[in-house]
């Protein structure tokens, strides 16, 4: 016993602060994973990941906007319910941006790297293990996604049966360039060079096969409406 406890007691002197970091980043991601799948309950659950910090209120009226386009309770438990997560992320570029213009002002503004690289990270494993099933995000979120978009996102073709002008891509939409998005007046919170994707449902998430398959339809019916959707 002794034995063991000299060598946690060597081991905590060597690597105390590394032990410290990634026990932090670890409880921070466990926490992240649990509240996103808590939201799984809502009947469309939505990750919205990008450079801009989107208030409690205007993620309201985006979900009260997007439950109007709902007609039924996928979930069955008594009400129609689509809800926001979110991780805020810049690039190094978007950083830089950020901090030149803060300088212009007199300001000095700076970002914690490694916080940025754990939220992408976060929003990967979400969108990997079926958690979410929309994601909205900036060009270049998406940029990072370039090599496993044909494993992760569905294209639009398969969902769509006329695929609009305002594609990104052959699996994405320029979410600004949505009419409906346009229309309601409820979205200007996102910013621009913003795509909206449809995930591909991951039969081996926490959820069973068949209840991820009323999750899949329940978003791919959220999308098919919001891109339907015209002014009469």
Sequence with gaps: MKKVWKWLDNFWYHHKWKTIIISFFLIVFIIGFVQCMQKTDA????????????TGEDYAAMEKSLESRLDRDYNDDG???VQFTDRV???????????????QDGE???YDK?????????????????????????????????SQKDKLF??????????PDYKYDDYSLNFKDI???????????????????????????????????ERYQSHEELMQKIVSFSVE
């Design 108 to 110: 000095a503004l700076y």
């Design 79 to 81: 009400k129609i319910t």
């Design 179 to 213: 009419p409906y998005v346009q229309f309601t007046g409820a979205f200007d919170a996102i910013c621009e060079d913003t795509v909206i994707v449809l995930i591909k449902p991951t039969w081996t998430s926490t959820l069973g096969k068949d209840e991820m398959a």
């Design 114 to 146: 490694s916080a940025m690289k754990n939220s992408l990270d976060q929003a990967r494993q979400w969108i990997l293990s079926g958690a979410m099933l929309i994601a909205v995000m900036d060009y270049e979120v998406y940029a990072t996604f370039e």
């Design 154 to 163: 569905v294209p639009l073709s398969e969902y769509l049966a006329d695929v």
């Design 43 to 54: 009947d469309v659950s939505i990750l919205y990941v990008g450079p801009e910090v989107v």
């Design 89 to 103: 992320y810049l690039s190094d570029a978007q950083l830089k941006e950020k901090e030149e213009e803060a300088a």
